[in-house]
């Protein structure tokens, strides 16, 4: 059972609380503006969850702090020279007027070549640039599933690819889904790896708990530094956390 989320303030601190049958409450700050989150345990009450905010003050703040500091993307317009991301490289973007099929061709030179038609405005060039982003994910995604679902002993019935303002990822156990945040094709390789990972583990475990940190260290004992990394990189426009 989860319940719907709603908001208190603490010391000046907007603080998400959703209430959900576990033992231990969770605080997290996610990018890209500092939200705070606090899963609770049903019984908790809101002066529980008062206290523990308070008690962790500082480091809230340090956090979002540090996000205030972290460089974001600017509104893409895609135009000659503009600097787009695939698997972590950036890459120099370089419009190619055609009449033939829209495409993107990726070039060893740092260049990523967008072709379209003359007439086409930003957004239409963006949902070219975003079917060739789909199509790779959809190369990079299956490796990653044959590599780690017999290693973990659990098989996702379906994956999917979405564009998710909050979350890098998300697991439905229920269902056997996991969903992709379709900005990962922009990040590096290993940050991919990293939440497949970790949503797959969630078909084991729910909730992150000691069980599900331990079968993270077990099988991916970096995934920290990877996740650090991964919340590190600049920010799109209009973003996320984990």
């Known amino acids: 059972m989860t319940t719907s989320p709603r908001l208190l303030t603490v010391s000046g601190v907007e603080v998400e609380v959703v209430r959900k049958a576990i033992k231990n409450l969770h605080l997290g700050v996610y990018p890209p503006d500092g939200r705070v989150r606090v899963a609770a345990p049903l019984a908790v009450s809101d002066a529980a969850v008062r206290v523990a905010v308070i008690g962790k003050l500082r480091w809230i703040r340090k956090q979002q702090a540090a996000f205030e500091l972290q460089p974001r ?105 996991i969903w992709l945040n379709r900005e990962l094709v922009k990040k590096p390789p290993e940050c991919l790896e990293y939440i497949v990972v970790h949503e797959l583990v969630h078909l084991i475990v729910r909730n992150h708990d000691e069980r599900f940190f331990a079968l993270m260290d077990r099988h991916l004992p970096k995934w920290r530094a990877t996740r650090k990394m991964l919340n590190a990189g600049p920010l799109g426009h209009a973003e996320w956390g984990y």
């Open 73 to 177: 993307e600017s509104q893409r317009e895609m135009v000659h020279s503009e600097s787009h991301y695939y698997q972590g490289r950036r890459y120099r973007l370089a419009v190619v007027q055609t009449q033939g099929k829209c495409d993107v061709v990726l070039r060893g030179n740092g260049t990523l070549e967008l072709h379209v038609r003359a007439s086409q405005t930003a957004e239409q060039r963006e949902r070219v640039l975003w079917r060739w982003y789909r199509e790779q994910l959809d190369v990079l995604v299956p490796p990653l599933l044959k590599k780690w679902q017999p290693k973990l002993g659990v098989k996702a019935a379906a994956w999917g690819v979405k564009k998710m303002k909050t979350k890098w990822g998300s697991c439905t156990p229920a269902a056997r889904r």
